[in-house]
Antibody, heavy 125, light 108 residues
Framework: EVQLVESGGGLVQPGGSLRLSCAAS????????MSWVRQAPGKGLEWMAT????????YYVDSVKGRFTVSRDNAKNSLYVQMNSLRAEDTAVYYC??????????????????WGRGTLVTVSS | EIVMTQSPATLSVSPGERATLYCRAS??????LAWYQQKPGQPPRLLIY???TRATGISAKFSGSGSGTQFTLTISGLQSEDFAVYYC??????????FGQGTKVEIK
């Protein structure tokens, strides 16, 4: 079965750190770009980060640049995000998602054909 | 920065009727638009990409149209499992993967 399973969420204090993981199965993980998308409680979806198949290119939304780092281990079929300097506004369900990458106007862009069930991160004192 | 605006915010529809959802982009995006369905407590599910192409396994009751800045998702013969929140997402310009705020389709 093709699936993505996230783990690592929880309660963390403002300024703290957390590392999320995503385990992929049922497809050739190393052949795909991978992404994180988040959703604050009761709110809409926000693309957060994307990493190329070999990890050589990484893209982030401005609000997490310098604080979050996406990485992957193709040998373990796993995607990660290290989240530092967490803020209350980072409270959200974090989804691992598989992007379908296109090149539009000379830049990479993507939509998402596979999603995990998400893991909740709560930043609160 | 591109902005995706969905309307209406909430759509009340009787079972068996048709629902029409709208998505407008603040700049032209060609046909680089996807639609997703999200039910409570579940992740989003890809319905439509390239504005009008149904994703694998998606029922023909879902149809997408439009290009440029104006897009439509039509859901025919609404059944209980179709009541959900629907999001559009552009994949044409930076920042990538910009979503609309969603339209909730509820039972009338």
């Amino acid at each position: 079965e093709v699936q993505l399973v996230e783990s690592g969420g929880g309660l963390v204090q403002p300024g703290g750190s957390l590392r999320l993981s995503c385990a992929a199965s049922g497809f050739t993980f190393s052949s795909y770009w991978m992404s994180w998308v988040r959703q604050a409680p009761g709110k809409g979806l926000e693309w957060m980060a994307t990493i190329k198949q070999d990890g050589s290119e990484k893209y982030y939304v401005d609000s997490v640049k310098g604080r979050f780092t996406v990485s992957r281990d193709n040998a373990k079929n796993s995607l990660y995000v290290q989240m530092n300097s967490l803020r209350a506004e980072d409270t959200a369900v974090y989804y691992c998602a598989r992007p379908i990458v296109v090149i539009a106007h000379g830049i990479y862009n993507w939509y998402f054909d596979l999603w995990g069930r998400g893991t909740l991160v709560t930043v609160s004192s | 920065e591109i902005v995706m605006t969905q309307s209406p915010a909430t759509l009340s529809v009787s079972p068996g009727e048709r629902a029409t959802l709208y998505c407008r982009a603040s700049q032209r995006i060609g046909s680089n638009l996807a639609w997703y369905q999200q039910k409570p407590g579940q992740p989003p599910r890809l319905l439509i990409y390239a504005a009008s192409t149904r994703a694998t396994g998606i029922s023909a009751k879902f149809s997408g149209s439009g290009s440029g800045t104006q897009f439509t998702l039509t859901i025919s013969g609404l059944q209980s499992e179709d009541f959900a929140v629907y999001y559009c997402q552009q994949y044409s310009t930076w920042p990538p993967g910009t979503f609309g705020q969603g339209t909730k389709v509820e039972i009338k």
